[in-house]
């Protein structure tokens, strides 16, 4: 690390590390066909905030199952793995701080520990039902703190700490707003930790 000096990088899980959205779009694609198969009527809106034409009760019930389900196969964001593990191997402090919760995970922290061990992920701490991460990342330390969400990253940066935003199709119109770093996959994010240590990011 630049001038020797080791970090606290929080992480986010869901669209940061883990192919999240695409594995609920695909659930709920079949789900949707079991209704009415009606298709989306607003293909850039999320799925449970008026993609497709469910009423308040069919998007309740498709929360009730569909992040359960899907916990155990997700697939990984490329170069994570290998990228995470060398921050940590560099000698920082990594945290995944993640809004993973009940009653949409039976057991959030446990499923969620299960799946970052199983494809290799060295971490310190995972921290699960994380609504406000601003003043958990305050509360820990965290140097830096990476999520794909714009609002979380402007969160984090208003306490002053350092934000970067992986890039993704539901953030990317945020990008020339020019008010928050970002990353396109995670060797830019570890590039951007790596080039400046913690106040340069």
């Known amino acids: 690390m630049c001038r020797g000096e080791f970090m606290v990088i929080g992480i986010d899980i869901d669209d940061t590390v883990a192919k999240f959205s695409e594995a609920v779009e695909r659930l709920a694609k079949d789900y949707d066909e079991t209704l009415r198969n009606t298709g989306s009527i607003n293909p850039d809106i999320w799925v449970t905030k008026g993609r497709f034409d469910w009423s308040k009760e069919e998007i309740e019930k498709f929360e009730s199952f569909a992040f359960e389900q899907i916990i155990d196969s997700l697939e990984v964001k490329e170069m994570a793995v290998e990228f995470v593990n060398k921050l940590k191997e560099n000698g920082n402090t990594i945290l995944f701080i993640t809004k993973r919760s009940k009653p949409f995970y039976k057991t ?32 820990e330390k965290v140097d830096v703190f ?10 984090v940066q208003d306490v002053g700490i350092k934000s970067i935003m992986y890039l993704s199709k539901y953030n990317k119109k945020h990008v020339c707003e020019n008010d928050v770093t970002v990353a396109k996959d995670w060797k830019e994010v570890y590039e951007l930790i790596n080039k400046g240590g913690k106040n340069e990011v």
Not at 109 to 133: P, Q
Not at 146 to 155: F, G, K, N, Q, Y
């Open 146 to 155: 990476v999520d794909d969400r714009h609002s979380i990253c402007l969160e």
């Open 108 to 139: 959030p922290y446990e499923s969620t520990k299960k799946w970052l061990d199983s494809k290799g992920f060295k971490y310190d701490k995972i921290i699960i039902d994380a609504d406000y991460k601003a003043p958990i990342c305050q509360k």
